[in-house]
């Protein structure tokens, strides 16, 4: 996988203010603010940064931590995890591997029913959705074609709820 290289001011004009202070400064979407923590549609997870392949929804799972949480990335080679001693505790920061952008952190030994015993916390924000063949995801204002609902979500729902996150960011500090 070729790493991607650009500088900070490439950076900035490629992605939007609160893309770019997640993804390039560490920061944090606010809980249960991403377009992605209830998505439940089938598919592939790329990184907003590059589009490397970092997740797949099948190893997606509900965590209720309001985040997106999957038990494993799409492969070893996916990611890159770094120690975070920032907020005062010890984590595993998890980072793109092809363009070092900043992801979530991952977290063992939370007991969750999940083959890893680990919980990828993912910021909606660095992530793109690839839906399955023959789906798509619907955005705000958009009316017509197939749409990517959960079962049981209404249309309605599909377009005002999970889909369209808001923005907000939430503890921004970034260590350096």
Not at 109 to 134: F, H, K, M
Not at 163 to 174: I, K, N, P, Y
């Amino acid at each position: 996988m070729d790493k991607v290289q650009r500088t900070e001011a490439q950076w900035r004009e490629m992605l939007t203010p609160d893309e770019y202070q997640v993804l390039r400064e560490a920061g944090t979407e606010a809980p249960w603010a991403g377009e992605y923590t209830n998505t439940k549609v089938e598919g592939v997870y790329r990184c907003r940064a590059c589009g490397a392949e970092l997740f797949r929804s099948g190893e997606k799972f509900e965590s209720h931590c309001g985040w997106p949480s999957f038990y494993q990335p799409a492969s070893g080679d996916a990611v890159e995890l770094i120690e975070d001693r920032s907020l005062g505790a010890v984590r595993t920061e998890v980072r793109c591997e092809r363009c070092g952008s900043h992801l979530g952190h991952v977290f063992e030994g939370e007991g969750y029913p999940v083959p890893t015993d680990q919980r990828w916390c993912i910021n909606s924000i660095s992530l793109t959705l690839e839906p399955a063949a023959g789906l798509r995801v619907i955005r705000a204002g958009e009316t017509s074609g197939d749409t990517a609902q959960t079962p049981g979500m209404t249309r309605a729902a599909a377009i005002s709820g999970a889909q369209v996150g808001a923005r907000s960011l939430w503890m921004g500090t970034r260590r350096r």
